[in-house]
């Protein structure tokens, strides 16, 4: 099971999604969210005029929240424009377990994230929306679902569903084919705009609905008046590792690395390296990444992206490659099995970096032989992230590499820093 | 006389070679499946015999039913051939055999077309292959060969014993398979490389 | 330049049963865990009848001919 999702924001400007500090309760009611937000508008009404509102949200710039920074808009405006009618799903299973933001939002904040659902529902003329939320926050969106209905909010049907456990439930695919009964694995077929299962589908991170149902309040200019041109708004990350307060903030596009930190209370003990977009990112030294700024441009030259907005600090005791192991035989224990490359190359990279590990084994350029090997090959994205994590890894930890492959090692601390969950049930 | 005697020779000949035959394919198409097969044969060959077998196989069934149609002996009637138990001859014999025609028939017809109906339904019907060589078999006891004969018994309970192994073998894999995806229900890749793989 | 058909194979029916690197050593070669690589997704000329072989004889329809992407004007 994972942490208790702490919640806190500290960011300089007010934050628009996370609640007050001084409250952090009030917006999972009713009440306390039209207090601070106001009534939602209603999106409904002809073509022309949802195609207006898209433009909005397409000035506005809003990209996928959900690792993948697609244009919002790009998507809504395909299933506006379709045939028949589709159905909006968001994507509130966070299978990834770094990552704490989407189970904090639908925790403090659900009616954000149903506003935006039900506004893109009416924009894309959809017949439902279905909610899947992660076990941990799923009670406080059924519980916000319930005030709904009995206020009689929406036009359009909000269906809650509680989240499947496991890595790859919360791939686009997986959690559409859940939402239809099916077993949360990915289906392989390559997802063109909206169109993987039975009903053409708007499948979007929670977050990002969040933002589209500010956007629908406030207006474009409101949302590019926070962030850098290029990555408008505002965006959750989560902080985790060697740093004071561990948890989910608020926080600009553009700020520097080293500012994050300082929002978590900074590092207690001198960081070693930093892993940066989860656990299908990059492992970065810390010297060379606290003053960019944390953004897909300003991370660029690591070969770095903010992803889903995960830090994770090493401390500089830890082993940069023992924690790298212990990684890898998770993500390949977490594989759907579906696939022979991800299910046999996962399971061997791991073998080899364990043994690098423990002293005096592995080989390393099998291993850098079957990155490529597993990259591209599988239903879904879980071997080429696995394999851009542990690609990373071994440049990042070279002189660790080296240290181990003379049978020493300059960690202290044996236990692991990254929260690595058992099976799923 | 003679002339409808050499029918009945052709036509019980035919029965015995084809139960043999019946037999291979059986065979052939487990080997596929498991991956059998002498060591340094490509796996393609065994694929490719089951295929090409079954196709001829399926030839000489036509003569089968044809000269058994044609003997004015045992009359059959056309319809028996494709309908089981419609003969006024022998019902329940000779409603296996067509039995075995009808489901061997079915597996045949899909697997001429098995890219375009997808995996699914196609492996759907090639079980029934499983029930058509038992009926096959049946047939073959009652309304075919004269078990007195010492190598026709032979044949026919060797086919049999030889069968029975390839169906051993299929069950054990198909066992094996659902022990490990009992926990989870959608299909997964065996955790383990059968020998062919390396 | 004329678009070829390109090779493709599903991963997740695949089950590693080889036949296809057998038929076509010069497009599939066979990673580590006997799964095959698709080394040359362009179907050259001369090599349709046996990848029209190969696509019929995969035991689990995972071998798939996609037909050339349509030529873009201008």
Known sequence: ?425 | MASTQWLWFISRGSGLVLLVLFTAVAVLGTATRLGWGPPRWPRFVAAELHRSLALFTVALLGLHVITAIADPYASIGRAATVIPFLSPYRTAAIGLGTLAVDLGGAVLLTSLVRYRLGLRAWRAVHWLAYLAWPAAFGHALSAGGDLRIGWVAAVIWGSAAVTAVAVAARLAAAVAAWAQSASRPHRQVRRELRGANR | MTRRARLTVDPIACDGRGLCAELLPELIRLDDWGFPVITGAEVPAGLHGEVAAAVRLCPRLALHLEPPPPGRAG
């Open chain 1, 1 to 425: 099971m994972s942490r208790d999702p702490a919640s806190s924001c500290l960011a300089a400007t007010r934050p628009r999604l996370l609640p007050d500090e001084a409250d952090p309760g009030a917006a999972a009611a009713l009440r306390g969210h039209l207090a601070r937000h106001g009534a939602r508008p209603s999106c409904a009404g002809g073509r022309h005029h949802r195609q207006r509102l898209i433009g909005e949200v397409e000035e506005a710039g809003l990209t996928g929240r959900g690792g993948a920074g697609f244009p919002t808009a790009k998507k809504l405006r395909v299933l506006a424009a379709g045939r028949r009618a589709p159905q909006v799903i968001a994507n509130g299973v966070e299978g990834e377990p770094a990552s704490d933001k989407d189970k904090v939002l639908l925790s403090r904040a659900p009616h954000l994230v149903i506003d935006g659902a039900v506004s893109a529902a009416e924009l894309t003329g959809a017949t439902e929306a279905v909610i899947v939320a992660h076990p941990a926050a799923c009670q406080a969106v059924q519980d916000a679902a319930r005030e709904r209905r009995a206020a009689g909010c929406d036009q359009v049907p909000v269906r809650v569903l509680a989240a499947a456990d496991g890595f790859t439930a919360g791939e686009a695919s997986a959690v559409l084919r859940w939402t239809e009964r099916g077993a949360p694995v990915p289906t392989g077929r390559a997802p063109r705009l909206g169109r993987f299962g039975h009903q053409p589908a708007l499948v979007q991170n929670v977050e990002t609905l969040a933002h589209l149902a500010l956007i629908m309040r406030h207006g474009a200019s409101w949302f590019r008046s926070a962030g850098t041109p290029a990555e408008p708004g505002t965006m959750l990350v989560t902080l985790l590792g060697a740093v004071r307060w561990p948890g989910v903030y608020e926080v600009e596009p553009g700020v520097p690395v080293s500012g994050l930190l300082d929002l978590a209370g900074g590092t207690a003990q001198p960081s070693g390296a930093l892993l940066i977009g989860g656990y299908f990112g990059t492992w970065v030294a810390a010297a060379d990444v606290l003053d960019l700024p944390f953004s897909a441009a300003g991370l660029s030259p690591l070969g770095a992206r903010p992803g889903a907005g995960i830090v994770g600090v090493l401390p500089a005791g830890a082993c940069g490659l023992a924690e790298t192991a212990r990684l890898t035989r998770y993500l390949a224990g977490s594989s759907a099995g579906q696939c022979g490359p991800c299910v046999f190359g996962l399971d061997a990279i791991a073998r080899e970096l364990e043994l690098a590990a423990a002293g005096g084994g592995g080989d390393l350029t099998r291993v850098r032989r079957w990155l490529r090997d597993v990259t591209g090959r599988g239903a879904c994205h879980h071997p080429d992230g696995t394999a851009l994590m542990v690609g990373s890894a071994l440049r990042a930890f070279r002189d660790e590499i080296g240290l181990h492959s003379r049978g020493r090692c300059s960690g202290t601390s044996g236990a692991g820093v990254f929260p690595v969950p058992g099976p799923p049930s």
